[in-house]
């Protein structure tokens, strides 16, 4: 059977910080940590945290904004991390609330009933805890019978999720597989890191993949999927039940996003634009049958690389659409936030490719064909 994407849905916090108000709150925090250790830096034994620049942000990375589930701790120069507050275990966990947000739009775009759904799969970089699973507390939300479970590919969790809810499909152990990513990437963000403080924002995103003879008229054929990781510690977090010591924001290190930007931009760059050329000619395809490609949203200047070296020139930004600059990296949910942002305009028989890549490393591609 073949599948089929029927419709997605996006949940976006009401609350945003401009790259002005996190600049601002990093150089306030800088100021005081390097007034605090005066005498060290005076005796040359630390070195002065230096401050952080709008202007580098935007060219380094393209990004001018992010939502966040909490704004006042995160610009709070006494704080520099979000305040979520815990819950009781019987009120729902913060990602499920934001993951049901984004599936009651999808199955509401799909004319999907939720006793409709076969399966859940929570599909993201971080999860709040280690059981029960993200997904099924999700199911119940929603009132879903059969199965559910989480799946953790950071910033390709989504593509990941897409080709594993495909294969039930197309093995007929599901008809209808709802994918979810709940990113709070700002609970793993290191906000006292100058060079990832900017990087990303909050979000949650939701794909119903279904077989192609249960969804409306109106989807998206999955034609083609392939998956990739080849091991990295280029971009990595140690937090888990293991390490324990608890990752405060202020101080904090490996137990919170780290990164060596520059390499993971020249090794990540080659290896997707390859894969991608690669599923190209395996589908009998050639570049030219692309009217879009929804990338990953990590960084611009990567996207236009891995872009041209599809294309063989520069895409414009209808071919490769961008909204890093109000969202910026999302992990998992950015392509997807890409594909239900710039998707409303095509018609029966174009062709587009969802890619997403990072962590581990990992890669993803889904090509798709408008059905009507
Ligand atoms: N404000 C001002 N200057 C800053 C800064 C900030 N916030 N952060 C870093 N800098 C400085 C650096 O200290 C460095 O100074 P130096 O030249 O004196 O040493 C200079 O700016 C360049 O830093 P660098 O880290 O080399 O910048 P870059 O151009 O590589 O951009 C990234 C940094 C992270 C935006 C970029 O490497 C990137 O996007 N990489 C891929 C990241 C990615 O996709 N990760 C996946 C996550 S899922």
């Given at each position: 059977?073949t599948?089929?994407?029927?419709?997605?849905?996006?949940?976006?916090?009401?609350?945003?910080?401009?790259?002005?108000?996190?600049?601002?709150?990093?150089?306030?925090?800088?100021?005081?940590?390097?007034?605090?250790?005066?005498?060290d830096?005076d005796?040359?034994?630390?070195?002065?945290?230096?401050?952080?620049?709008?202007?580098?942000?935007?060219?380094?990375?393209?990004?001018?904004?992010?939502?966040?589930?909490?704004?006042?701790?995160?610009?709070?120069?006494?704080?520099?991390?979000?305040?979520?507050?815990?819950?009781p275990?019987?009120?729902?966990?913060?990602?499920?609330?934001?993951?049901?947000?984004?599936?009651?739009?999808?199955?509401?775009?799909?004319?999907?009933?939720?006793?409709?759904?076969?399966?859940?799969?929570?599909?993201?970089?971080?999860?709040?805890?280690?059981?029960?699973?993200?997904?099924?507390?999700i199911?119940?939300a929603?009132?879903?019978?059969?199965?559910a479970?989480?799946?953790?590919?950071?910033?390709?969790?989504?593509?990941?999720g897409?080709?594993?809810?495909?294969?039930?499909?197309?093995?007929?152990?599901?008809?209808?597989?709802?994918?979810?990513?709940?990113?709070?990437?700002?609970?793993?963000?290191n906000?006292?890191?100058?060079d990832?403080?900017?990087?990303?924002?909050?979000?949650?995103?939701?794909?119903?993949?279904?077989?192609?003879?249960?969804?409306?008229?109106?989807?998206?054929?999955?034609?083609?999927?392939?998956?990739?990781?080849?091991?990295?510690?280029?971009?990595?977090?140690?937090?888990?039940?293991?390490?324990?010591t608890?990752?405060?924001?202020?101080?904090?290190?490996?137990?919170?996003?780290?990164?060596?930007?520059?390499?993971?931009?020249?090794?990540?760059?080659?290896?997707?634009?390859?894969?991608?050329?690669?599923?190209?000619?395996r589908?009998?395809?050639?570049?030219?049958?692309?009217?879009?490609?929804w990338?990953?949203?990590?960084?611009?200047?990567?996207?236009?690389?891995?872009?041209?070296?599809?294309?063989?020139?520069?895409?414009?930004?209808?071919?490769?659409?961008?909204?890093?600059?109000?969202?910026?990296?999302?992990?998992?949910?950015?392509?997807?936030?890409?594909?239900h942002?710039?998707?409303?305009?095509?018609?029966?028989?174009?062709?587009?490719?969802?890619?997403?890549?990072?962590a581990?490393?990992?890669?993803?591609?889904?090509?798709?064909?408008?059905?009507?």
């Amino acid at each position: 059977m073949t599948p089929v994407i029927s419709a997605t849905g996006l949940w976006t916090p009401d609350e945003m910080i401009s790259n002005e108000e996190l600049v601002a709150s990093f150089n306030a925090w800088s100021d005081k940590w390097n007034a605090a250790h005066a005498a060290d830096i005076d005796a040359g034994t630390v070195a002065p945290k230096p401050h952080s620049n709008v202007e580098f942000i935007e060219k380094a990375s393209g990004i001018k904004s992010r939502y966040v589930v909490n704004k006042s701790g995160v610009i709070d120069p006494d704080i520099m991390r979000p305040v979520i507050a815990e819950r009781p275990n019987d009120q729902i966990s913060i990602m499920a609330e934001i993951a049901v947000e984004a599936a009651r739009q999808a199955l509401d775009r799909a004319g999907r009933r939720p006793q409709e759904v076969d399966a859940v799969l929570c599909a993201a970089s971080n999860m709040q805890r280690a059981y029960p699973a993200m997904a099924v507390e999700i199911q119940a939300a929603l009132g879903i019978e059969g199965f559910a479970f989480d799946m953790n590919v950071a910033c390709s969790s989504a593509t990941f999720g897409i080709q594993t809810a495909a294969d039930f499909v197309r093995s007929g152990s599901a008809r209808s597989v709802l994918m979810v990513n709940p990113e709070i990437c700002s609970g793993h963000l290191n906000f006292t890191d100058r060079d990832s403080h900017f990087i990303f924002g909050d979000v949650a995103t939701a794909v119903l993949i279904e077989a192609e003879d249960v969804a409306a008229p109106d989807h998206w054929k999955i034609t083609g999927t392939s998956l990739k990781t080849v091991f990295s510690n280029n971009i990595r977090n140690n937090f888990g039940f293991l390490n324990r010591t608890a990752p405060e924001g202020v101080g904090a290190s490996d137990k919170l996003f780290v990164q060596e930007g520059r390499k993971v931009f020249r090794e990540v760059v080659p290896m997707v634009a390859a894969m991608i050329n690669s599923e190209l000619e395996r589908l009998g395809l050639v570049s030219g049958d692309l009217r879009r490609m929804w990338l990953h949203q990590a960084n611009a200047g990567m996207n236009r690389l891995i872009a041209a070296k599809v294309l063989g020139r520069d895409a414009t930004p209808d071919e490769s659409p961008t909204v890093l600059d109000t969202y910026a990296n999302t992990s998992s949910a950015g392509s997807i936030i890409a594909f239900h942002k710039h998707s409303d305009d095509f018609v029966a028989g174009d062709r587009g490719l969802i890619c997403s890549f990072g962590a581990g490393y990992s890669a993803g591609t889904v090509f798709v064909e408008k059905a009507a």
